[in-house]
């Protein structure tokens, strides 16, 4: 019997202290079993020489993998490749998103036919879209060269994967087609949230498109904006799929990346304790980065 | 994109987990055969790569005939793609998962008897049908004085070309490897066929990228030269061997092609059937197709000779029983049903490799003396080169193959052969060198 109205909230503090630990505790045990487990073991395992078949004896060798894979020049050359995709994917995948989602927000006759036929690719799977824009960008006789062709008259002929200097920004395209209409529907969501009366409001107060753009969505797409732009940028850290599949790295490691040396060296090389370093590795620059976006975002707001 | 990048990485780390709590050796059985099937009926697992459909085919009636003759033994079979083969089964090692028979291309062997995951078949195999087999299936199959694997079939390498074309052209056509062409006059000859019309006369089969198939198809080349993937006095380094003024000669040669536009990148694997190259770089497993292209008018030459000799590549796919293995003997079985003469010439017509056995190629008209493939048993008993014995070739082969790769789009080819020593050789040692034990 509830007596007083203090004992009442009491009752209501501990089961609510209890009840969202129950809902929460399936994902937390499989966060537990399956992230944070596997990483420890990752942090770990890159002080040892683990190998994935290895009859020798498991050894801690302190930081020789850590030194070992900064002195290798691959290691910073995927790293380079790396930070050119975020820096080129992040912005020119957000803001075709922005773009495709205002424009598939229009109040027009089939208009969801459009957001379905851009949000196709990303229920694509990345490795069947890899195979299959492998085969497009074929210098001679692939779509991609014959539509240029066509276009240009012949002057325009890029080897594309072949290509030191045109491999990344083939694989930058195939990324962006892939991964742009997940970005579309979240801002999509973000754009149907915005009360129409703003809108209304801007425009008696004389603003043209342009401003109810820049003042009204903008503002309000804020967090959506920030939302897709960390999702974006951990996804382009974690570059692997298209490079697999397409380049393997190469031409002459114009596509390396991290993750990609991270299975040649624990899956081709078998050594796991030095594919834990870069695992190690990547996690710090990937969670630096996070960081960072974090702090000048929170500098903004002040 | 989210969903699959996160099961990649739990992949990963299930794998990380796994090769933990097996300590990453696999379990070690000694086991050998005792020469009978007990407590049948056994189910035996088989791993088989899914490589041409033909090869695919013949294997599953193979299994199909074999359990309809057995009550005792069961096979099953599953086919895993090719792309990801050798990835698969060292996941599966790691996770205790293998099934009981493993078919593995040949040189991953080394590793996979290292690492104690196969077994080795002294005790199963007859004298009689281990003195028909070809003495390199028996080299190729032996580590640490063992036998671990053995194949159904061997294999080679060759250039394939048309006679017809040759003679139109004034080039020597070669008799054997003795004569082969040298490196020059390879050079000379791709240039003259350019001028008779091909734009691309050579196809070396780049559409396999950078696989295997650069380490079996190319490393001939710096043998060829007096150059090696690796010392093989001790398999300790590959230092002054493989970065040898001889190897990156013979590479720069193999470099002036692509900057002299000769080679096809052949996106659609049909250069050379479609008559775009007159000449097609590749193994013994193209011959049925090009033989029904071109027929009698097609000839298959040795490699070039880059110094001391034409050479080729030879070993390939091999069965191995595993130390997962519930009936070594119930395993074997099968494996020596498969090495019957019928079941390795059924097998052969499939994929135009050589028998295995010296029986079976003598029942097989198409390497008889005169006929196209004879160049394959020959080049078996003299030229041919096996990848190198040592459990460090899986470094070695993915070394090289970025080597290939860096050298075939440009690369500076010291530098691209340097970067595969000091990988090779730093391998080897955070291995202890790759010890021998028990």
């Known amino acids: ?302 | 994109m989210a969903m699959r990048r996160l099961a990649v990485l739990l992949g990963l780390f299930t794998v990380l987990g796994t090769a933990c709590t097996s300590g990453g050796g696999g379990q070690t059985s000694t086991a050998g055969c005792t020469g009978k099937v007990s407590g049948g009926p056994v189910t035996v697992k088989l791993w088989f790569h899914s490589g041409t459909g033909a090869e695919r085919d013949v294997v599953a009636s193979q299994v199909s005939a074999f359990n309809a003759s057995r009550s005792d033994v069961k096979v099953q079979l599953v086919l895993l793609p090719e792309g990801q083969y050798n990835d698969q089964v060292k996941a599966a090692a790691a996770g205790g998962q293998l099934p009981d028979i493993l078919d593995f291309d040949g040189p991953f062997l080394y590793n996979y008897a290292w690492s104690r995951n196969l077994i080795p078949m002294d005790s199963c195999i007859s004298s009689d049908l281990k003195a028909d087999l070809l003495p390199s299936i028996v080299a190729q199959g032996t580590y640490a004085k063992h036998l671990y694997g053995v194949g159904s079939i061997d294999s080679g390498l060759g250039l394939y070309t048309r006679k017809s074309l040759l003679t139109k052209n004034g080039i020597r056509i070669p008799s054997g490897p003795q004569d082969a062409w040298s490196a020059d006059e390879f050079s000379k000859i791709l240039k003259t066929l350019q001028g008779a019309g091909f734009k691309k006369p050579l196809d070396l089969k780049l559409n396999y990228g950078a696989t295997e198939w650069y380490t079996y198809g190319f490393s001939p080349i710096i043998q060829s030269a007096g150059g090696d993937l690796i010392n093989r006095s001790n398999y300790q380094s590959a230092d002054g061997v493989l970065n040898s003024s001889a190897s990156v000669q013979a590479l720069t040669v193999f470099q002036s092609w692509f900057k002299a536009g000769y080679v096809d990148p052949n996106d659609d694997d049909a250069a050379f059937k479609t008559g775009r190259s007159a000449i097609s770089w590749v193994g013994h497993w193209m011959f049925v197709d090009y033989k029904k292209v071109y027929g009698d008018d097609l000839v298959i030459l040795p490699l070039p000779n880059f110094g001391t000799g034409s050479k080729t590549g030879m070993g390939s796919w091999q069965w191995g029983i595993t130390s997962n293995a519930k009936s070594v003997d119930a395993a074997w079985a099968f494996v020596n049903y498969l090495l019957q003469d019928k079941q390795i010439i059924q097998y052969t017509n499939a994929n135009g490799a050589v028998p295995a056995t010296k029986s079976a190629i003598a029942q097989s008209p198409q390497f008889a003396q005169g006929s196209p493939e004879y160049i394959y048993v020959v080049q078996l008993q003299s030229i041919a080169v096996p990848r190198p014995q040592t459990p460090a070739y899986p470094t070695i082969t993915q070394s090289f193959t970025k080597a290939i790769d860096d050298i075939v789009h440009g690369g500076d080819v010291k530098t691209a052969l340097d970067n595969a020593v000091r990988t090779i050789d730093k391998d080897i040692k955070s291995n202890d060198g790759y010890p021998i034990k028990g």
């Open chain 1, 1 to 302: 019997m509830i007596s007083s109205p203090t004992q009442y909230l009491k009752t209501r503090i501990n089961q609510d202290s209890v009840a969202p630990w129950l809902f929460s505790l399936p994902g937390i045990l499989l966060l537990l079993a399956f992230l944070v487990t596997p990483f420890l073991l990752a942090v770990t395992y890159s002080f040892t020489n683990l190998r994935l078949l290895s009859p020798i004896p498991l050894r801690f060798v302190g930081l020789e993998n850590y030194v070992e894979t900064l002195q290798d020049p691959i290691f910073y050359r995927a790293l380079a490749n790396m930070l050119l995709f975020v820096v080129i994917v992040v912005p020119v995948q957000t803001g075709l998103a922005l773009t495709l989602a205002i424009l598939v927000n229009q109040k027009l006759f089939a208009v969801k036919a459009f957001r379905t036929i851009y949000f196709a690719p990303v229920l694509s799977v990345m490795a069947v879209a890899a195979v299959v824009w492998r085969i497009l960008y074929v210098p001679d006789g692939g779509f991609i060269n014959g539509f240029l062709g066509a276009v240009s008259g012949g002057a325009l002929h890029p080897l594309w994967l072949h290509s030191t200097s045109t491999a990344l920004l083939a694989i930058i395209i195939m990324s962006v087609w892939q991964g742009v209409g997940f970005q579309m529907i979240v801002l999509l969501a973000g754009l149907q949230d915005i009360p129409e009366d703003l809108y209304e409001a801007a425009n008696i107060d004389g603003a043209n498109r342009w401003h109810q753009f820049r003042f009204v969505t903008v503002p309000q797409l804020r967090n959506s904006l920030l939302f897709v732009v960390t999702i974006t940028t951990i996804f382009a850290f974690g570059l692997f799929d298209q490079v697999y599949v397409m380049t393997r790295g190469g031409p002459l490691n114009s596509t390396q990346t991290l993750m990609l040396t991270l299975v040649d060296v624990g899956y081709g090389r078998q050594r796991i304790g030095q594919a834990s370093a870069i695992a190690v590795i990547f996690f710090v620059i990937v969670l630096a980065i996070n960081i960072a976006q974090r702090l000048l975002i929170r500098e903004e707001e002040a």
